[in-house]
């Protein structure tokens, strides 16, 4: 079956509509109850409505015209020299101080006369609410997660509003937290309500599952989060990945290249990974000629190897003439002398296989002068045999006399040494 995006997307709606019929037949275990509309009004119809004093409205008014005027810290100074009562007073200018504080990026301050305005609990129902929420923002912000976690349930429980962005916040602070579960049901309410899907939502979600190791539900998220937002293209690696960690390599490619073919890849680690993938499923020469295309254009960084994983590729798809071409690209950049010295031997030891006998002696010899001596066995016997496939018996004797002095080559040099003196005697030449 030939895969498109269209095919490929009108399966992930699929999913979506049924990870979304079982969300919402599931009960999301909030941890705390939100009230019905009519218990909210007959609350705020219970509510004491009082009114500021003479000299406290009056200074609020004051601060207001010079915030108006863009003079935050004079509206400040303002609310700061009034001495309020306790109690409705007090309360109140400090609902109006700290957002002034807030609006002047004193956030340290803005939350503590705010929190202190909520805790006394006397402030009108609309002044009330503004307030708790404030509080619960603020302290995600400053890191204050489990209050903000309180003040903002408070706020949901005052009001019995389900707002999609302080829902959101809630998910927020329990990542912040590590409480990875409870992400869930709160991400959930969040994107219920959000009058549009939100990146952030299914983010959260997917972080949610992925510190679990729940990847199948972390799929889940990702292709109902690519149905509803298609322009969100970096998440299609990201679907590649956990395709990847479930171990279905087939799917994981098949998403890549998608992805690849509508140029929705665009950095280095992206385009390795779809090499990657061509590699684990088989494909050798489309990865080594996708990682050759994008090291040659920039895309990644020319280094010996990246130049040694094209070389690998493409000598397992058995272009040998390209292999042999990269390991000595990957050898001439290689910065470590033992990195040299291999690649070195893996360029001669492919033109051995493929027939250059005489040239493959030009890499193997300069293998020798960077590998470590206990690396130096098998690149005589290599040489060895370049020189008895190229005709040039007595340059073998020699070279397989070297690899004798080894232990490791020791048994293969002697065997070898009989079967070059003896072709060598049959074709009338005399080694000795």
Sequence with gaps: MKYTIKTFVSALAFASVMLMTTAQASAQDLGFSIPDKETVEAQKKARDNKAASQSIGRAIMDAFELYEEDKIKEAIAV??????????????????????????????????????????????????????????????????????????????????????????YMANAHYQMKNFA??????????????????????????????????????EVLEEGLNKLPEQTGWWPQLAQFYMLEENLDKSLQTMEIAYLAGYLDTESQYKMLVQLYDNEGIPYKAASTMEKHVEA???????????????????????????????RAAESAEERDDKGEYYRKQGNL??????????????????????????????????????????????????????????QRRSARSWKGYIKSTAKRKGIDLD
């Design 79 to 168: 609310l700061e020299e009034q001495e309020p009562d306790p109690g409705y007073d007090s309360a109140y200018l400090a609902r109006f101080l700290g957002n002034l504080y807030a609006a002047d990026e004193r956030m340290g301050d803005a939350l503590s006369v705010l929190k202190s305005a909520v805790d006394q609990d006397v402030l009108g129902w609309n002044d009330q609410a503004a307030a708790m929420k404030l509080v619960g923002q603020i302290s995600l912000q400053e890191e204050k997660y489990e209050q903000s976690l309180e003040y903002l349930r408070k706020w949901v429980q005052f009001t019995g509003e389900r707002d999609a962005q302080v829902f959101l």
């Design 182 to 219: 409870q992400i869930i049901p709160f991400a959930r309410v969040a994107l219920q309500e959000s009058e549009k899907p939100d990146k952030n939502i299914y983010n959260l979600m997917m972080a949610s599952y992925y510190e679990r190791k729940m990847y199948p539900q972390a799929i």
């Design 351 to 408: 033109m051995l296989l493929n027939e250059q006998y005489i040239a493959a002696a030009t890499p193997l010899k300069k293998a020798l002068d960077y590998l470590e001596r206990n690396e130096e066995g098998r690149v005589y016997m290599s040489l060895a045999e370049a020189y008895f496939y190229g005709g040039d018996y007595r340059q073998a004797m020699r070279y397989v006399d070297e690899a004798a002095t080894f232990d490791g």
């Design 298 to 328: 920039g895309d990644i960084e020319k280094t010996a190897k990246n130049f040694a994983t094209i070389a690998n590729s493409y000598h397992r798809a058995k272009a040998l003439e390209k292999a042999v071409s990269w390991y000595e």
